[in-house]
């Protein structure tokens, strides 16, 4: 079974960018996850097709109503009941949410299917929040036009964690955040770009090596780029051995700023 995404958009267009292109694009033509839109001007009453009104206590900008996006929801939540998906969860989303990571996007992954609420203007009426919405995520801190931008960033990240979405099963399991780290530095040919030589270490074939290497370069690059993710991740301290790999790291930045 596929996994099933609904969106809540006034902008279905802008999911040809998932639909079509690249990863997610191969996935969905692959059936590995179905995506269906529904535009909240579709479930209007009047002849404009309002879904936004001014704001009761005033201020700048527009909310968007509740009904519209209420009986958009309710025809979503529909439509996976029918495909045996019991209660789907409701994901708006916000940058007042849970800031998104690796590991909720993994626990969302095993979801049978999803329902995500994209707002526009100043935010949605907060009825329609408290009625609907099981989860709300954030993909930082920051403002952006509409949730789906958000939205792709969700679901491309849900869809590489599927079975059979990379070609190589363990890309996903080697990727930056999956062990906590970010990711090691890679390379490829030529071996010589520029003057810039790749590492020796990476063509000597000896496989125990490279993955210290790796390992090393990830705790480095944790250390030394996302210090917050990296006293996160050794919060209750390192082995001996994971502190001897980072004060190699910090060695040979020493060396490298010397030469």
Same mark, same amino acid.
């Given at each position: ?8 958009? +006034? ?75 019991? %209660?789907?969860?409701? $994901? ?35 009825? +329609?929040?408290?009625?609907? $919405? ?31 979405? #990379? ?41 125990? %090596? ?21 006293? #996160? ?11 001897? +790999? ?14």
């Amino acid at each position: 079974m596929s996994f099933e995404f609904d969106l809540i958009t +006034l902008f279905p267009e802008m999911f040809d960018a998932i639909t079509q292109y690249g990863i997610t694009g191969k996935a969905n033509r692959n059936g590995i996850f179905n995506l269906n839109t529904w535009n909240p001007r579709n479930f209007t009453h009047d002849h404009y097709r309002t879904v936004d009104d001014s704001s009761y206590g005033g201020g700048p900008g527009m909310v968007m109503m509740a009904q519209p996006l209420d009986d958009a929801i309710i025809r979503a939540r529909a439509r996976q009941n029918a495909l045996g998906i019991d %209660k789907p969860t409701v $994901v708006y989303l916000t940058p007042q949410g849970s800031r998104l990571d690796h590991e909720m996007v993994t626990q969302l992954s095993k979801l049978p299917g999803l329902v995500l609420l994209c707002g526009r203007y100043e935010g949605i009426d907060e009825r +329609l929040i408290n009625r609907q $919405v099981d989860v709300e995520i954030s993909i930082g801190d920051y403002v952006v036009s509409g949730g789906e931008l958000a939205a792709m960033i969700l679901i491309d990240c849900i869809v590489r964690q599927i079975p059979g979405t #990379l070609g190589d099963p363990e890309s996903a399991n080697q990727d930056s955040f999956v062990e906590g780290l970010l990711d090691y530095p890679h390379y490829t040919r030529p071996e010589i770009y520029k003057g810039n030589h790749v590492p020796e270490i990476l063509m000597s074939g000896n496989h125990a %090596k490279i993955r210290r290497w790796r390992f090393q370069q990830a705790l480095g690059r944790t250390w030394l780029k996302r210090p917050d993710l990296f006293n #996160l991740k050794f919060a209750h301290g390192m082995t001996f051995e994971e502190e001897k +790999l980072l004060e190699e790291f910090k060695q040979s930045c020493k060396s490298r700023q010397n030469q």
